[in-house]
């Protein structure tokens, strides 16, 4: 199969870029492993207080759908459920999965997002211990009880936003506690580090963070605040938030039958008795990190930027990178929530549209203005230093990276 | 905590990772080739980042250990499939 | 049916199916991944580790992690996670030589 364009990932990024290359007359192919459009959009349901009034209500399942309804309206073909396992030079795309083999493209725009970080406690193997990621997709998407009794191991603006949607739901949640401290794989979720993590919640939802501290004073005393919080002192939603204890080991036999919990300091050393909850389930939570495998195969340079969650592709601003041909959009760049990579896929769309002589609905320099517009109002942060990566990432770029 | 498994495909534990470090490993794929660690099904999606903060952990947070290299294909295929291409 | 893990709110009506897992017949929901009808049915081990011996089930949810592949329809290491159910589907643990490997000795 032949197209102008070929998309990898049919998230936020992707789709809108499709949208937006369709819409200016090339032809556009989008390929995904999921068997339905829409990637993380799919398990996302929040309020977001910043929105107008209409969107107050962020419903990803129902933004992807309709994403994908105008996207294949306008003739883009997406296929799902179809895996892209190797890219070759301008540009031959291997899939299987579908009645086609290859794809090719003149241009390809890598918007394959992110992936989980592992969050290893002794006996996080057993089955009934998933990511939050999954508790995510399998709550909003499949609307289906992850457990009976649910612990969340790992506490930041992801797994508070999950644990909402599971109460919401209808299911018990026990409670969220920190992870274990091990010194022995370089890890620290100490409850400083964490409250200082949580900082951009207090924007998310009106819960106990804002009424009890607010964004400034989370900002500017988190040890403090963490020595302040006692134990079952701070409640959302009616679940415990244990910022001070952490879940140091997972039993059961062939599967999740109870954690045990153990106090830690405000640096994070366990101290004190262990408690043993029962639960079937446990939620590991430790943040994304984008997904660049395909983008390495390509030869594309990769800097590692731990302030946008660890290594991505070297790009421009406009979203081009080193290699000839090739953009990148949406998580793969950085960790931001899904209006910054539908932003982010709008302007690599345009990006690619010039470079193949023609050009889209704006121009580049008001597309890149957009980016940071849908950054500013962002609802939540996952990393607290994206601003500061974003300009590594350019100061790179202008120096080792224009071709 | 030591058996923790930390290569859930390849069934590797913390252990065997800490021992490859002390025998001198000092990237990933060198603790690749020591104990097969991320050359399973995920090819290191899952274990990559935990054995990259063990490393950071181990030699220091200034130095940047040489991570895995993605390699055709991404993910498992079906020989049939390749051949087909 | 005894899909006891379902939320209440599922808003479209779905299409029930009959799938097998381990030969015992199940019902799920058409279209939906076969992990997420394993789940509903409240089964969490969906194989057992070929190195290890342990239990495993889902992990990431998302196709990453292949912790919750299975034999399906005679095709071994699929994975559940991102694959849909349909009608009359067969499932099975562990790997396609695990697989082989007990009939061998049934026989």
Redesign the interface.
């Known amino acids: 199969m032949k197209v102008d364009v070929a998309i990898i990932g049919a998230g936020p990024a992707g789709l809108t870029a499709a949208i937006e290359i369709m819409q200016n007359g090339l032809s556009v192919a989008v390929i995904d492993e999921y068997y339905r459009p829409g990637g993380r959009l799919l398990g996302q349901h929040y309020e977001d207080p910043n929105a107008p009034p209409d969107e107050r209500v962020w419903n990803g399942k129902k933004v992807a759908e309709q994403l994908a309804e105008k996207a294949r309206a306008l003739g883009v073909q997406i296929f799902t459920g179809v895996t892209a396992w190797s890219v070759s030079r301008k540009w031959e795309i291997a899939i299987t999965g579908a009645e086609v083999n290859t794809v090719s493209a003149s241009a390809l725009l890598l918007a394959t997002g992110s992936i989980e970080k592992a969050l290893p406690i002794p006996g996080w193997t057993l089955p009934g211990a998933i990511s939050i990621g999954a508790a995510q997709t399998f709550t909003n998407l499949h609307h289906i009880a992850v457990g009976k009794r649910v612990m969340i191991a790992g506490v930041d603006p992801l797994s508070l936003s999950v644990m909402i949607e599971m109460k919401n739901a209808g299911i018990d949640v026990a409670g969220m506690a920190l992870p274990s401290f091990t010194p022995a794989l370089g890890y620290r979720h100490s409850p400083a580090d964490t409250t200082l993590l949580l900082t951009d919640v207090a924007g998310l939802a009106p819960n106990a963070f804002v009424r009890r501290f607010g964004k400034f004073a989370l900002a500017r005393f988190p040890r403090l605040i963490a020595r302040t919080l006692r134990f079952n002192f701070l409640k959302v939603n009616g679940v415990p938030i244990h910022l001070r204890k952490s879940v140091v080991k997972i039993e059961g036999e062939g599967q999740v039958e109870a954690v045990l919990l153990q106090s830690v300091t405000v640096d994070g050393e366990p101290v004190g008795d262990v408690e043993r909850v029962e639960v079937d389930t446990v939620c590991l939570s430790a943040g994304l990190y984008p997904l660049v495998d395909l983008a390495q195969t390509t030869g594309c340079r990769l800097v590692d930027i731990p302030e946008l969650g660890g290594t991505v592709p070297l790009h421009g601003e406009d979203m081009s990178t080193q290699v000839d041909g090739l953009f990148v959009a949406g998580n793969i760049t950085g960790i931001e929530g899904a209006k910054v990579a539908m932003a982010q896929g709008k302007l690599s769309a345009i990006s690619i549209l010039e470079s193949l002589g023609t050009s889209g609905s704006m121009t580049v320099d008001k597309a890149m203005k957009k980016v940071e517009e849908a950054r500013k109002i962002a609802p939540l942060r996952f990393l607290p230093e994206i601003d500061a990566g974003r300009e590594k990432m350019n100061t790179i770029w202008e120096k080792e990276g224009i071709r | ?2 058996d ?3 290569c ?4 590797i534990r ?1 252990s065997d990772i ?1 021992e490859a470090i002390d025998e001198g490993a000092s990237s990933i794929p060198g603790i690749k080739k020591r104990v097969r660690v991320g050359m ?4 290191g ?3 990559q ?2 054995v990259r ?6 030699l220091g947070k200034d130095t ?1 250990p040489v ?1 895995q ?10 020989l049939k ?2 051949i ?2 | 049916m005894a899909n006891t893990y379902r939320l209440g709110h599922s808003e479209a009506k779905q299409k029930t199916i009959e799938f097998y897992f381990n030969h015992k017949k199940l019902t799920g929901y058409e279209g939906e991944p076969i992990a997420a009808s394993l789940l509903a049915n409240g089964i969490r081990t969906i194989r057992t580790c070929e190195i290890t011996g342990e239990n495993r089930g889902i992990l990431c949810g998302i196709g990453h992690c292949y912790e919750c592949r299975a034999e399906v329809n005679g095709v071994p290491n699929v994975r559940t996670c991102l694959t849909p159910n349909s009608q009359g589907i067969e499932v099975f643990s562990g790997s396609a030589s695990v697989h082989e490997g007990e009939m061998e000795d049934e026989s």
């Open positions: 905590m030591k923790m498994i930390i859930r495909c390849e069934g913390l800490l399973g099904f995920c090819q999606r899952v274990c980042p935990i903060d063990m490393l950071e952990s181990r940047k991570l290299r993605a390699q055709t294909p991404v993910r498992p295929v079906l499939d390749m087909k291409k």
